[in-house]
Structure formats: C-alpha cells, structure tokens
C-alpha cells in the first residue's frame, strides 16, 4: 500500500533526478492522503517551479505556509519565484521573513545577497554574502558573489583575497 511518505521519497527521488513533472503527480496522490502536510506542498511547490509551473507552485508554497508559518524553506522558495519573476519587493519580503525564521541560511543569505545586487544596492549585497561565507566558509557561489560586490565597491584587496580563496577550491557542480 501506498503511503504519503513513500509517495513523497519516491516524489523527491524524480526531483532530484531532474524529472520534476513525473514527481507532481506523486506528490499531489500523497496531498489527497495528507492534505495538511506541509512538507508535501512544498515538495510540491519544488517540482512544479522545477517544471516551469510557476503560478502552481507560487500557490504550493503559499499552501505550505498557510500550514507551517515558520517553514524557513516556503519562505525561501517564494522569495526565489518571485525574484525569477523579476518582483523585487516580493522577493525581498520574502527573503526577508525566511531569513527571521531561520538566519543561519547560507544559501539565503547568498540569494538575498543576489537580489540587493542585482538592485545595484552593493553594501548591502556585501553584508549578505559576508554573512553566507561566514555560515559557509567553503560555498564557492557566495565567495563568487562576494568577489563581484567588493568589485562593485571599488574594494580590489578584499576582491583579490575572495578570488584566491575562490581558486583554491573545486568549482560547483551544477
């Protein structure tokens, strides 16, 4: 017999093996078992932006919050659709409230690091990507980002020590 949970491994396991649009089904038989888990409508939420569903998942993880408020990875989902969708002040709400639940995110404090550079608010990007690489010392993507803030900022000392801690590790897998 099927189960949520086994519905929900096997739901992440297509995910993760980049066949998101096959996992949505699985996710949403385990819903109609627990509607109110909220981890299935995030993991939902994930394929569905994984497949380009972005109202649906927008939706998914709304539905996760309604359920869980305090759901950090809801919140940072939201923040990244609506930073994708080019609604800044969404986003920023958004990281902004995932970030209150949970402030030892690296990956959030990188992607809000994001957002606030791509806004041409450097400074604050800087604080953003400093604190992810506090968080992280090894997360090669905030040490990227940091490197082109303090470019941004005219600061060529803190760019070129970033850069060098840059080559000394292996670049992401993607």
């Known amino acids: 017999m099927e189960t949520a949970a086994t519905l929900n491994d096997s739901g992440i396991m297509l995910t993760e093996a980049n066949r998101p649009s096959d996992a949505i089904p699985l996710f949403r038989k ?8 909220p981890l299935l409508w995030l993991n939902l939420g994930i394929a569905q932006h994984q497949s380009g569903e972005f109202d649906g998942a927008e939706e998914s993880f709304l539905r ?3 359920i869980d408020d305090e759901n950090s990875d809801a919140w940072e989902a939201l923040a990244l659709l609506n930073y994708e969708r080019e609604r800044y002040e969404e986003a920023e709400f958004f ?3 995932a970030l209150e639940r949970n402030d030892s995110s690296s990956r959030g404090w990188n992607n809000f690091g994001v957002l606030y550079f791509a806004e041409g608010s450097y400074n604050e990007a800087r604080d953003c990507f400093e604190r992810a690489v506090t968080l992280d010392p090894y997360y090669w993507d905030a040490l990227f ?3 082109d803030a303090c470019r941004e900022l005219g600061d060529e000392r803190a760019a070129a020590e970033f850069d060098r801690r840059l080559k000394e590790l292996p670049p992401p897998r993607r």
Do not use: D, T, V
């Open 30 to 37: 385990a819903l109609i078992l627990e509607p109110q888990n």
């Open 64 to 66: 996760c919050r309604a």
């Open 95 to 97: 990281y902004s409230g």
């Open 145 to 147: 980002n940091l490197r």
